[in-house]
């Protein structure tokens, strides 16, 4: 037999990524596609932290607002009570100012009737 017609082992085509030596094709495609793997997996793991984050960041301003609205709504409520109670003080103040314009007034038809 001749050994130039023999059958020949795949030739070395590629160069290595990681020590650039000669490869396989075949071996080289191995080789990509646990990089593209690995790249995958990682980029996944980062879209995870990012997300994580983000919901962590949203959560924290979530509760800052609700606590911004919450001691906003107590101020309006502590206005509001103040207010009752000023209108209620103002109504005894017209009341008693009444009574008395009232009694005063009927003191001086008493006396002139006398």
Known sequence: MNPSSAVKPEAATERCP???????RSKFLQIQMRIADQERKKLAEERARIEARIMEEAAS???????????????????????????????VEVETRIRAEAEKAMAAV?????
């Open 18 to 24: 990681w020590c650039d030596g000669p490869i396989l």
């Open 110 to 114: 008493t006396t002139e009737r006398d």
């Open 61 to 91: 301003k979530m509760a800052a607002i609700a606590a911004e609205r919450d001691q906003a709504t107590s101020k309006v409520n502590e206005v509001e009570a103040r207010e009752s109670s000023v209108r209620q003080q103002a109504a």
